[in-house]
């Protein structure tokens, strides 16, 4: 056994041969050198390399590419010519049909990573992927800034805080694209005052777009550090003029130092302040601070793989855990005898309330809260759930809620996860009580390291 303890002795700047293994949770490649792990961006599976380390930790090295010996038959030219220095994709580089494979290996290797399981047993099954990958993501938060009196709008690059202008992105809608663009050249016309993050003076911070991808309705939001919008009435007739679909045009004041887009205060501009989006037969209304899937097209398969693994006959009483607006629970309320759900954001309770309405669901039931805690309440008075579903946040589930699903013991668990490292300690966790049934990885944002899986968990 190798000691897993003993500390890197690699040197920084050192360069050396590498052989890469696999891709690591963010889409590096990870290769060994001397028995020691080394993380290299760009480099994929199977490619012999020669790298020159960059960052030196004491459990592992960074390292990156000087020149590629053997190619990966499976390496292509990104598209994007933004991707080297953006950072918001991580495998533009690698062919979309080999993304699929090994976004469904960097489930296997958080399993081998974190559970006890025996993963030969378990069927993982094929990565659902998109037939066309590109143009998908249905909203943009594109800071702006100024440069030479050039109006930029785009991200910050890689570990930099350098504004990169990006005029278009393979990965967002086309619609969206077209918006900022728009609206970019209408503060350049009128000479709208940028807000400087240095100086902090000036108006408009950031312009965040987002348009329903089956509806075709278009949001403008911009997010000003003041109140005061010079010229407010000029631009809205300029953008309207330039974006005949844009149904709802929002200012939202952010005036803080801080990393958040957002602000607490939404003033509507012009037209409505939500625009509308369907997922399937659910219609659903958008404002501007509202969470929603950012792919709906792959969202709809991943909701009928929840569907699925639910398996629900009518008779089921069905517990939506951390809901927001509802969306999975009114997927699966048409099957069910009641869904339960609560979040602890009161106003995607008050939506999941409205949703439910809309779509003249009565057998359904929102409270905010977390699901550790009012869930014992209403076992307490005699509600006991057949299937729980949990769709946690990056950061897995609440430790207490574990608990209280190992003494509640729904017959299924139906576990959505977006990080695999999270989702394969949770198993462990549950693994007293609940076997996998199978795991289906879903991609939700191709040409990124991100997947999704849902996860069949049956009482024992």
């Known amino acids: 056994m190798m000691k897993t303890e003993q500390s890197i002795k690699i040197k920084p700047k050192q360069t050396f041969p590498l052989t890469i293994k696999r891709l690591g949770i963010n889409g590096e490649g990870v290769g060994y050198f001397k028995r020691q792990v080394v993380f290299v961006p760009g480099a994929l599976p199977g490619e012999e390399v020669v790298v020159e380390a960059t960052n030196i930790n004491p459990k592992f090295a960074e390292a990156k590419i000087k020149k590629i010996r053997v190619k990966s038959p499976h390496r292509v030219q990104p598209p994007c010519p933004f991707y080297e220095q953006c950072g918001g994709c991580q495998l533009q580089h690698l062919k979309y049909d080999q993304q699929l494979k090994e976004k469904r290996d960097i489930i296997i290797q958080a399993l081998e990573r974190h559970t006890k399981l025996d993963i030969s047993k378990l069927e993982i099954r094929e990565t659902i992927g998109m037939e066309n990958p590109w143009g ?53 016309e009128l000479k709208i005052p940028i807000y400087n993050e240095k100086t902090r003076k000036g108006v408009v911070r950031t312009i965040v777009t987002r348009v329903g991808v089956q509806s075709g309705e278009l949001q403008v939001v911009l997010i000003t550090a003041t109140k005061e919008l010079p010229k407010q009435e000029l631009l809205i007739k300029q953008i309207q ?9 929002v200012q939202n004041i952010n005036g803080g130092k801080t990393s958040l887009i957002f602000g607490q205060e939404t003033v509507k501009l012009a037209g409505e302040e939500f625009i509308q989006e369907s997922l399937g037969d659910l219609q659903f209304e ?127 668990l139906i576990y959505v996860s977006c990080n695999p490292s999270t989702l394969a300690k949770d198993i462990q966790a549950l693994s007293s009580k609940y076997d996998v049934k199978y795991m289906q990885p879903v991609d939700m944002f191709p040409h990124t390291a991100h997947v999704e899986c849902v996860t069949q968990l049956n009482l024992k």
């Open 286 to 412: 958008l404002s501007a601070r509202t969470f929603f899937q950012l792919n709906p097209l792959q969202t709809v398969k991943l909701y009928n793989e929840v569907k699925a693994a639910a398996g629900l006959t009518g008779k089921e009483k069905v517990v939506d855990a951390y809901c927001g607006v509802g969306t999975i629970g009114l997927w699966l309320a048409d099957q069910a005898a009641e869904v339960r759900g609560m979040d602890v954001i009161p106003e995607s309770i008050e939506d999941a309330k409205k949703n439910a309405r809309r779509h003249g669901f009565t057998n359904t039931k929102y409270v905010p809260g977390k699901a550790e805690e009012v869930l014992p309440k209403w076992v307490k008075k005699g509600w006991e759930p057949d299937v729980i579903v949990v769709d946690p946040p990056r950061t897995g589930l609440d430790g207490q809620l574990i608990q209280t699903i190992l003494q509640v013991k729904p017959k299924k």
């Open 241 to 249: 003029a330039k974006l005949p679909n844009v149904k709802s045009i």
């Open 136 to 188: 998908y993501r249905n909203k943009s938060s594109f800071q702006v800034g100024q440069k030479e009196g050039k109006i930029l709008a785009g991200l910050y690059g890689m570990n930099s805080h350098q504004l990169i202008d990006i005029d278009h992105c393979a990965v967002q809608h086309s619609q969206t694209t077209e918006a900022v663009n728009a609206v970019k050249s209408v503060l350049d």
